[in-house]
């Protein structure tokens, strides 16, 4: 297979998989471990997220425009500080693991152990949240962001760096909404602190195999193309997913991840 379209389909994937809670990281390790796909590097994997994390700026556009034009208004300049704790706690908890000297795992089985707890969590806090729902009456869970859930969201984005197959974006949505947030204000929250996630750390990787004069270059327009695949396929898959949860919840999502991690071990077994 030719490495650009070997590239071509990582970057489908990473853009598929990286705001739906299914793990993106997680599903790129799997198809190199199948061997369906050779084996790319963490620079690889790392940065082909930043793709993804423009296509949210451009999903969101207007409302980070607003963020960061009305800084007088105390509502979204409260919103802009919250987002700023999270992606702090984050980057804080990024470089300790980096020094570390933390890697991502190459087995399948802590993948696959992950991707089905996870999808169990999923199943189980959406059924706590239609218990919430019919308690409620039909009116809407609560769409304000606590201090309390930014502190969450950073620390859950920690958790997902370190076990690949938890998905970050799951993580994210998953703990602000048992702590009570709304699914749209809950996806909106993940995906926009994720932004600078993402671009950190993709920023961080580049200028680290920058420096590394020594080691093998980078195919820089292989990176450049996963990158942009990367983009455009998850724009689409973000709008696709706003209008997804307007009406239904993460349940699926939660089966294919039993379904999808049961596999995984079977195989393994």
Do not use: C
Not at 6 to 24: D, K, Q, R, W
Not at 69 to 75: N, T
Not at 99 to 123: C, Q
Request: aromatic share 8%; glycine share 8%; proline share 4%.
């Amino acid at each position: 297979m030719p490495d650009w379209f070997a590239v071509i389909i990582l970057g489908v994937i990473e853009g598929i998989t990286e705001f739906l809670p299914i793990s993106s990281t997680g599903h790129l390790l799997l198809v190199e471990n199948a061997h369906w796909l050779p084996r790319q590097s963490d620079l690889f994997n790392i940065t082909i997220q930043s793709g993804a994390a423009v296509a949210v700026l451009l999903v969101f556009s207007t409302r980070v425009r607003d963020l960061l034009l009305r800084l007088d208004d105390p509502v979204t300049r409260d919103y802009l500080l919250k987002l700023v704790l999270a992606f702090v706690i984050t980057g804080i908890g990024g470089l300790v693991v980096k020094r570390l000297g933390f890697r991502l795992p190459t087995e399948t089985a802590p993948v696959a152990w992950a991707t089905l707890v996870g999808g169990i969590l999923i199943l189980v806090i959406e059924q706590t949240l239609r218990g919430r729902e019919q308690t409620l009456r039909g009116r809407q869970l609560g769409s304000h962001i606590t201090w309390l859930m930014a502190v969450a969201v950073g620390l859950a984005q920690i958790l997902a760096a370190v076990f690949p197959g938890t998905s970050r974006s799951a993580a994210t949505i998953l703990i602000a909404l048992a702590l009570g947030l709304s699914r749209p204000a809950a996806t909106e929250f993940s995906f926009l602190v994720g932004v600078p996630t993402l671009l950190a750390a993709g920023g961080l990787e580049t200028s680290q195999a920058l420096r590394h004069t020594g080691a093998a270059a980078p195919d820089w327009a292989l990176l450049a193309l996963g990158t942009l695949v990367s983009a455009v396929t998850a724009f689409l898959v973000v709008r696709w997913l706003l209008r997804w949860i307007q009406t239904h919840s993460f349940a699926a999502f939660g089966w294919y991840r039993i379904a999808l991690g049961l596999a995984m071990l079977t195989r393994l077994v």
